[in-house]
């Protein structure tokens, strides 16, 4: 019974700490180009676009992301991707929908559809798939949908809190959550540096370096993460900028222009 009351009590505080970070509704542009690209990956150049947007819906978050890229191959071989996720989580952690879509040259590669739920929070949950196919799993106590991490994050690195691991689901993948550690520290050197257009109050706050590295369920210590991303990361949860850093190759993405989207009156 002890071991229960100290579940609830912890739960009770993360949903106290996420909600006393104050997300900024908006959407962000980014100009993103290849930083780096291993012997083996077989790419040289990567340029394009992301927008990403975050709007208040009184009891959820709704998130869309778009990401256009062209790669040119060491081959000389060009290709384009785009690649869209969008979801809305509830406010209290609770709820997800999501919807994903890969298209590499126009033909699409991969879809996904579905939703989880957790039965409290901190507690259990499950996700449910429609897309490519009916599919349903069980997510471990203590799962978190995106934006409550986000939140949790940004408050952790307010506390001084040097490095955290959660395990976080957002529909992205067919095989459950990923295991996700953050190490937090001072914002990268030259941070804001190029110029950037458009409601740049929003670009006025503390900031920290963090780093995320994504590792498939059981991986964790085992294998190299899947992924890893680097940010730079203001108080209202606006990136200035990103690093993605995907193994053979990484691509760095460069706010350049912020719009200030409306809090609703709920």
């Known amino acids: 019974m002890l071991g229960l009351w100290i579940r609830v009590a912890d739960a ?12 900024a509704p908006h959407r962000a542009t980014y100009d993103m180009k290849l930083s780096v690209a291993r012997p083996n990956s077989g790419i ?20 869309k992301q778009r990401i256009k890229l062209k790669f040119l191959r060491s081959d000389g071989e060009e290709f ?6 969008t979801s809305y989580e509830t406010k209290d952690g609770l709820q997800l929908r999501f919807s994903v879509r890969n298209i590499q040259d126009q033909e699409v590669e991969e879809e996904l559809r579905g939703h989880a739920d957790l039965e409290a929070t901190g507690g259990k949950g499950r996700a449910s798939f429609s897309l490519p196919e009916a599919r ?13 991490h986000l939140a949790l994050i ?13 395990g976080v689901f957002d529909g992205a993948r067919l095989d459950g959550a990923f295991t996700v550690n953050a190490v937090i520290g001072k914002p990268p050197r030259g941070a804001g540096a190029p110029v950037v257009r458009g409601d740049v109050g929003l670009l006025r706050q503390q900031s920290w370096g963090v780093r995320l590295a994504f590792f498939a369920a059981g991986d964790q210590g085992t294998a190299n993460p899947e992924y890893e991303l680097a940010l730079d990361l203001l108080a209202n949860g606006i990136a200035r900028s990103m ?6 190759f990484a691509v760095d993405a460069r706010l350049v222009q912020i719009q200030a989207l409306p809090r609703p009156r709920c």
Not at 50 to 61: F, G, I, K, R, Y
């Open 154 to 166: 940004i408050r952790h690195a307010r506390d001084g809190d040097k490095s955290v691991s959660y």
């Open 44 to 63: 040289i150049e990567v340029n394009g676009r992301m927008v990403l947007e975050m709007v208040d819906s009184c009891d959820a978050w709704e998130v």
């Open 243 to 248: 690093l993605l850093d995907y193994g053979d």
């Open 136 to 148: 349903s799993f069980d997510l471990p106590a203590g799962t978190l949908f995106p934006t409550t």
């Open 80 to 85: 384009d991707t785009d690649s869209s996720f």
């Open 12 to 23: 009770q505080q993360q949903l106290a700490q996420q909600q006393d970070v104050i997300l």
